[in-house]
């Protein structure tokens, strides 16, 4: 078995089974913390909680006016980020062949072209959220291992996948063997790193990020607080 067949047999099986057993167990997790009753009735006017939770979630996607410029550059670069990995993810051609080998999902591709513009500035964002991190001085305190592991993990499948674009994705769908093995074996590697590592570090804010925003809002709501 060489490096390729590792990566594409037993290393991938193992990400995948952790990824989806970490993610389900702490999602189960916060699911079944226990609820502490509410003590105090409602404000008059406060909307039901379902309402409250989406107004929580769709509030946060955006930064309040309060805080200035200072978050905006930020919450600009977080939503490139977050949108190129989607398209390189779910938009280039040998991703989606991926997919469907191991689901049987297809969908369309998006053109060559605006695969390498997402990944470009993705990878750009990744260094300049980097960047802002360690040069701030209160998020360079509040930053921990957790926050540059899960960087790292993160940068390095973007590097590795940009190292094989030498060639057009149809060629490479359309030839019947690997001509950088190599390569291709490290590209997969730190994906599977990135899954492994995903249920227990911060990158779990994908799935989470909607249940404490919308339990804030929750208890905002019942306090009065809009």
Same mark, same amino acid.
Do not use: C
């Given at each position: +078995?060489?490096?390729?067949?590792?990566?594409?047999?037993?290393? /991938?099986? #193992?990400?995948?089974? =952790?990824?989806?057993?970490?993610?389900?167990?702490?999602l189960l997790?916060?699911?079944?913390?226990? !609820?502490?009753?509410?003590?105090?009735?409602? !404000?008059?006017?406060?909307?039901?909680?379902w309402?409250?939770? #989406?107004?929580?979630?769709?509030?946060?996607? @955006?930064?309040?006016k309060? $805080?200035?410029?200072?978050?905006?550059?930020?919450?600009?670069?977080?939503?490139? &980020?977050?949108?190129?990995?989607?398209? =390189? $993810? /779910?938009?280039?051609?040998?991703?989606?062949? $991926?997919?469907? !080998? #191991?689901?049987? /999902?297809?969908?369309?591709?998006?053109?060559?072209?605006? +695969?390498?513009?997402?990944?470009?500035?993705?990878?750009?964002?990744?260094?300049?959220?980097l @960047?802002?991190?360690?040069?701030?001085?209160?998020?360079?305190?509040?930053?921990?291992?957790?926050?540059?592991?899960?960087?790292?993990?993160?940068?390095?499948?973007?590097?590795?996948?940009?190292?094989?674009?030498?060639?057009?994705?149809?060629?490479?769908?359309?030839?019947?063997?690997?001509?950088?093995?190599?390569p291709?074996?490290?590209?997969?590697?730190?994906?599977? /790193?990135?899954?492994?590592?995903?249920?227990?570090?911060?990158?779990?804010?994908?799935? #989470?990020?909607a249940?404490?925003?919308?339990?804030?809002?929750?208890? &905002?709501?019942?306090?009065? =607080?809009?």
């Open positions: +078995m060489d490096l390729l067949e590792f990566a594409r047999g037993p290393a /991938l099986t #193992l990400a995948l089974v =952790v990824f989806v057993a970490g993610s389900l167990w702490r997790g916060v699911l079944r913390r226990p !609820r502490l009753p509410d003590l105090s009735p409602a !404000r008059e006017g406060a909307p039901p909680k309402m409250a939770a #989406l107004r929580a979630i769709g509030r946060g996607m @955006w930064p309040r309060a $805080f200035g410029q200072g978050v905006l550059l930020i919450s600009l670069n977080g939503y490139v &980020f977050h949108i190129g990995l989607a398209l =390189v $993810f /779910l938009g280039y051609a040998p991703h989606i062949a $991926f997919v469907h !080998r #191991l689901t049987g /999902l297809s969908w369309p591709a998006l053109p060559d072209g605006v +695969m390498y513009l997402a990944a470009g500035a993705t990878i750009v964002s990744l260094l300049l959220a @960047w802002l991190r360690l040069t701030d001085p209160v998020r360079k305190m509040i930053s921990n291992a957790d926050d540059l592991i899960t960087w790292t993990l993160t940068f390095l499948p973007m590097v590795t996948g940009m190292a094989l674009l030498s060639e057009p994705s149809a060629t490479i769908l359309a030839r019947d063997h690997v001509v950088y093995p190599g291709l074996a490290v590209h997969l590697l730190t994906l599977e /790193l990135f899954l492994i590592w995903f249920p227990f570090g911060k990158l779990m804010h994908a799935f #989470l990020f249940f404490s925003r919308g339990a804030t809002g929750i208890r &905002f709501s019942h306090r009065g =607080v809009e």
